[in-house]
């Protein structure tokens, strides 16, 4: 057994309900590794905070309305789902909730989630049950997932946020500025805090921006369950490491710049790409799947400074950044951001650590 190697305790009422407004308003705790210091900023202060050459690798993934509701055909009980990948069928897996047992075969009602909607009801078929609460479920209508999640879907807000209840505004706000590729369940949440106005200053710093994309699932965000927290099974998620990109971070190192991943999503896939490497150390393109799994002691090859929000106790997401920040300040900084009432998880306040 292997004891978890950094845990704290969180005051509910710190567990962020709301995004703040504007969006560059949020608290940023910046954690200097070399100093081993603690500072307290605002989000917007983040030009004056990193250096010209710096360059910023986002995620720019899409997060799907992939939270679905609906009523069982056969008995009329709520149900809920969450779709989480297309098969290559045209099928669906999803993860499914009922009172009572679903059976194979049976039929789901989604009603479209604007009363306003004219186009009917969603029947989902139960085709076959799978591991982990999972379903291979057959939509009654032959549209991209994309589009019918639009129609059908509600955001997939984490059940820490208003019990999971969402509102319409969140369709923009548990968004990033930047989304581009449809296919995350979760928001790469430290993303959620740039604006317009903070790109172009930090453009105008000569500080640099590039993407990847990594669609990021409920695996990411999945308790460690194990006792040893090694064994711990990652689900795989799909990612990309353009080549654009790639040349970015080519020129960023030439001129001596760091790369500061913006959320640790950003840092599996740059990560996942490094250990593919050529022998001379030199990045290519790369995409498919990833499981990285990062804990202490493991060796960064690309990423030199990290912005990312306070993560869940006992989770691989906080695991990845004690190992990229060191046990002990990361413990420190999780006092000082409780100490001073930050705001915890994915509407919550940043950190910046370097």
């Not at 939509?139 to 997939?156: T, Y």
């Amino acid at each position: 057994m292997s004891a978890f190697p950094i845990d704290y305790h969180l005051p509910p009422e710190l567990i962020a309900q709301d995004p703040v407004e504007p969006r560059d308003a949020a608290r940023l705790l910046v954690v200097d590794r070399a100093r081993q210091a603690l500072g307290h900023f605002r989000f917007r202060d983040l030009p004056q905070l990193l250096s010209p050459g710096d360059l910023l690798i986002l995620n720019d993934t899409r997060v799907l309305p992939a939270r679905l509701l609906g009523r069982r055909q056969a008995t009329g009980g709520k149900w809920e789902g969450l779709f989480l990948k297309p098969l290559d069928d045209g099928a669906w897996e999803m993860l499914c909730q009922t009172r009572g047992r679903l059976t194979e075969g049976e039929i789901i009602e989604v009603s479209p989630s604007a009363a306003d909607d004219k186009h009917g009801y969603l029947f989902l078929t139960l085709e076959q049950r799978l591991p982990e609460g999972r379903w291979r479920v057959r939509p009654s209508q032959h549209e991209s997932p994309g589009s019918l999640m639009d129609r059908f879907g509600h955001v997939p807000l984490p059940p820490y946020i208003r019990k999971g209840h969402d509102r319409p505004e969140d369709r923009h706000r548990y968004q990033t500025i930047f989304a581009e590729h449809p296919g995350a369940v979760a928001a790469p949440t430290a993303g959620l805090h740039f604006t317009p106005g903070l790109f172009e200053a930090l453009s105008e710093r000569g500080i640099e921006r590039a993407f990847v994309t990594l669609h990021v699932g409920l695996g990411t965000f999945r308790p460690i369950d194990a006792d040893d927290y090694r064994r711990h099974a990652m689900h795989a998620e799909w990612g990309e490491l353009p080549e654009a990109t790639v040349h970015a971070l080519h020129q960023c190192k030439g001129r001596g710049g760091r790369v500061i991943a913006v959320g640790t999503t950003a840092v599996r896939v740059l990560e996942t790409a490094a250990q593919t490497a050529t022998q001379d150390g030199a990045l290519h393109p790369w995409r498919g799947d990833t499981s990285l799994f990062i804990y202490a002691p493991y060796a960064f090859r690309v990423v030199d400074g990290l912005i990312t929000n306070f993560h869940l106790p006992r989770t691989t997401l906080l695991l990845l950044v004690a190992a990229f920040a060191g046990v002990e300040l990361l413990e420190r900084a999780y006092a000082a951001a409780i100490a001073e009432r930050y705001r915890f998880f994915s509407y919550g306040d940043a950190m910046l650590i370097v």
